[in-house]
Every structure is written in structure tokens, then in C-alpha cells.
């Protein structure tokens, strides 16, 4: 079968045509600036294409990426028919989604009540799936949450302590994100070590631009560092992570700014980028750090620091680890941050591989026979996720 997925931003839409008996990518690419001017990047095997169109809403973009698949030259099946199901990536499922769901226009409604908790994302993924609807109705559409895996958790992890009508009136809550990625990449890592997934004490790093932790006990999640939003926990490419909530309103009047501009701050302005000066991306941190740059080099401990503390406290919360993973662009990539982590956890008995930590981007065992815990490498496939979730609900 080949299973469509479909990630849209408000002015993107991520694509990948997989074939679920092999899992191989028959295509992939991004539209972006939809709504702007438009561009559209396509790969099929080897071949590469940059196309500047126009691109004045989402349905306009599908419509260009189901010519792109079926093309005569650079398409990779013969006509529409050959795809049998899209999946979608869906940010905020609230606590109505606790699984992938086969998408109706109740769902639909559905997932319009958990708007108001991710009012950037959501909107823009029912925009993808309308678009989507449209141009191929009669086949399924699946909806699968970022939020869906991390519903396991019990309330002493995902209650805040405010007054409690807040949580029943609106829902502030603990969600958590990534959780295509973090319920993937502990199944893949229970394997790798040779754990029995239902009866295991995982911890996963998801580190890339966003990144978030998630304690894993007995395959199901049981607390993750980002909370009702996107932004709470580690520090991330351009977002805070935790701070004192306090210093929110100190900073407002200070700067004399309102909250909707102390919130812009927190999510795009902070994180690496603001404590740094330097940049968002991890590649140019290091290099600034490398040269001497003092802000990047406080930033890269600020960073590393606060990824080994949330480790502290999960392996508290499962009450030990059977085994820990590194994933997503900096986890699957930066042996430095690998090093870095893995010697904060001397304490809890982990013993860092150095020969085997220069590998990147692979499966790859980093600790040592005698490490007390073993600690992986484990690249994730959040698409690959959303395609097998797909196929097994057709
Ligand atoms: P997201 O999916 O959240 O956008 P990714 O998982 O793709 O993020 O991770 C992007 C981050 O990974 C960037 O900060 C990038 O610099 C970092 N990264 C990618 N490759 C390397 C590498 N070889 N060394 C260090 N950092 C890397």
C-alpha cells in the first residue's frame, strides 16, 4: 500500500509517499510560503527538484503535490488511485485523543475543541486535511496526535498546581508533544537492548530545534518535559523551556511590552538563539563555542545542564532505567552533546563508548558493556510512525 502523510504548518506542508510493505520513501518534499508566493521542494530517488509556483492555500498545494507524484517525468505512480490512505500529523489531540483515529467530520469537530490549545497548529493541520478530503474523497484519512502517546500519564504528572478550575474549565494541563517520536523511539529502543517493551524503564531525549524528554514505563508514557504548550522544559532552538513564571510580567513592565510579545519572546526569541546571540542552530552554537564566543559556550551548558537534570528526575520517577535514547537532529548527530550528557550521568552508573560515540545519524550502542545503564542512539522516523499507524487502521 502507499500511504500518503501530510504535515501542514500555517504556510508549509510537509509530504512523504511511503510504501508500507517495504517502508521505503517513494517521494518526499515541502511546500512552502503557501499563502505568500509559493515554492515546492520534491525528491524521488536521486532526482531533486526546487519549483517557484504559486502557492495561494493549502488545497492549491496539494493539488501541486498530486501532480508532482503522478508526473510523466519526475512522478513515482501512474495516477491517483495508487494512493490508498493519507495519514496526518495533527499537533493537539487535548484529551480526547488517545490514539491515531480514522478521520470524520465528527473528528473533525473534535479536533476543532482542542484549537484553542495550539491555535498556530491546529488550524493549519485541518486546513491539510480538508484540502486533502477534497481532492480524494473516497479514500481514508487518519489523524495521529502528537499528544496521543503521552494521555498515559497519570495526574500527579500532568496537574499543575493552580487553582483546580483552571484544568476543568480549560483545560491547563500537562499534554506533552512528540509523542509519534517518543512512543516510535522507545519501542525501537526496548528491541535494540533486548527489553520486553511491556515490562521496561525507558527514558528518550527527542534533542533537535524543539526537543522534550519522556519517562517510558512499561510502554506507556508517564511524564515529558513539555507541559500544556510546545515551550516548557529543556531549552530549545528559539524557546525558553522552563523559567520562573514570574519573570514573565517582571519583564513586561520592564520593557513595557504586552503579554502576547513576552510570549513571542518565549517561543521564538530565547532558547539557544537568545542566550546566545549567535543562532538557533546547534551547528553554529558549536562552531561560536569552538572559536571562543563565551555566550555560546554558556548556552551549550545552559542546554546540556538542564537535559541532565530532567534525566535525574525521570530515572527518580520510573524508579530507575533499563535503558536511555538520544534521538532527532542534535540526539542522533552531536557527539559532543552525547559526551557532554552521558558524563553528567556518571552518578546514576553510565559509561560512555568514545570509539562508538563518533558514529552519527545511526543505531548505534554509545555506552559501555560495563555501563550500568545502556545508552543508545536511535534515529527517529515520525513519518514512518504516522504511515505504519495508518496502514494498520485501513
Ligand atoms: P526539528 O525537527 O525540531 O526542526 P531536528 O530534529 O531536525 O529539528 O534537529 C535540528 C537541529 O539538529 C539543529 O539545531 C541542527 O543544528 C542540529 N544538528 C543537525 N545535525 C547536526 C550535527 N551533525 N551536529 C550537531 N547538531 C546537528
Known amino acids: 500500500m502507499n500511504i500518503l502523510v ?20 517513494k517521494a518526499s518534499g515541502n511546500c512552502e510560503r503557501i499563502g505568500l508566493d509559493g515554492r515546492i521542494k520534491y ?5 531533486k527538484t526546487v519549483l517557484e509556483t504559486s502557492l495561494p492555500d493549502h488545497a492549491v498545494a496539494i493539488s501541486r503535490v498530486f501532480d508532482l507524484l503522478t508526473d510523466a517525468k519526475d512522478g513515482v505512480i501512474n495516477s491517483l488511485d495508487e494512493i490508498h490512505a493519507i495519514g496526518h500529523r495533527i499537533v493537539h489531540g487535548g484529551e480526547k485523543f488517545s490514539s491515531s483515529v480514522v478521520i470524520t467530520e465528527d473528528i473533525i469537530k473534535e479536533i ?10 491546529n488550524p493549519a493541520n485541518i486546513l491539510g486535511i480538508r484540502a486533502c478530503q477534497r481532492a480524494m474523497p473516497k479514500i481514508k484519512h487518519v ?11 497519570p495526574a500527579k504528572a500532568y496537574l ?27 519501542k525501537r529502543l526496548a528491541e535494540l537492548a533486548g527489553l520486553d517493551y511491556g515490562n521496561s524503564k525507558l527514558i528518550i531525549c527527542h534533542i533537535g530545534s524543539g526537543a522534550s524528554i519522556s519517562a517510558v514505563k512499561n510502554g506507556k508514557s508517564i511524564d515529558t518535559s513539555m507541559g500544556m504548550t510546545p515551550l516548557e522544559g529543556l531549552v530549545m532552538g528559539t524557546r525558553s523551556g522552563d523559567i520562573d513564571p514570574a519573570i514573565i ?19 521564538k526569541n530565547s532558547g539557544l538563539l537568545g542566550l546566545s546571540g549567535v543562532s538557533n542552530d546547534f551547528r553554529d552554537l558549536q562552531e561560536a563555542a569552538e572559536n571562543g564566543n563565551k555566550d555560546a559556550v554558556n548556552s551549550y551548558d545552559v542546554f546540556v545542564y538542564r537535559i541532565i537534570k530532567y534525566i535525574g528526575a525521570y530515572y527518580m520517577a520510573l524508579g530507575g532505567a533499563d535503558a536511555i535514547a538520544f534521538t532527532a537532529g542534535i540526539g542522533e548527530n552531536s557527539s559532543e552533546v552525547r559526551k557532554s550528557i552521558m558524563d553528567g550521568l556518571a552518578a546514576i552508573g553510565v559509561e560512555i563508548d568514545e570509539e562508538a560515540n563518533k558514529k552519527r545519524g545511526e543505531e548505534v550502542l554509545l555506552s559501555t558493556p560495563s555501563s550500568k545503564i545502556p545508552v543508545w542512539s536511535v534515529p527517529t522516523n515520525e513519518e514512518l510512525a504516522i504511515a505504519r499507524e495508518t496502514a494498520r487502521l485501513i
Open 112 to 121: 476543532e475543541t482542542c484549537n484553542s490549545l495550539a491555535p498556530l497548529h
Open 249 to 267: 510580567e517582571f519583564i513586561c513592565q520592564k520593557e513595557n511590552i504586552s503579554v502576547n510579545e513576552m510570549s513571542v519572546i518565549l517561543n
Open 43 to 47: 525528491n524521488a530517488g536521486s532526482q
Open 143 to 153: 489523524a495521529v496526535f502528537d499528544t496521543a502517546f503521552h494521555q498515559t500519564m
Open 160 to 186: 499543575y498546581a493552580l487553582p483546580k478550575e483552571y484544568y476543568s474549565k480549560y483545560g491547563v494541563r500537562r499534554y506533552g508533544f512528540h509523542g509519534t517520536s517518543h512512543s516510535f523511539v522507545s
Open 6 to 25: 501530510v504535515n501542514c504548518g500555517s504556510s508549509t506542508l510537509k509530504f512523504q509517499l511511503i510504501d508500507s510493505e517495504t517502508e521505503q520513501v
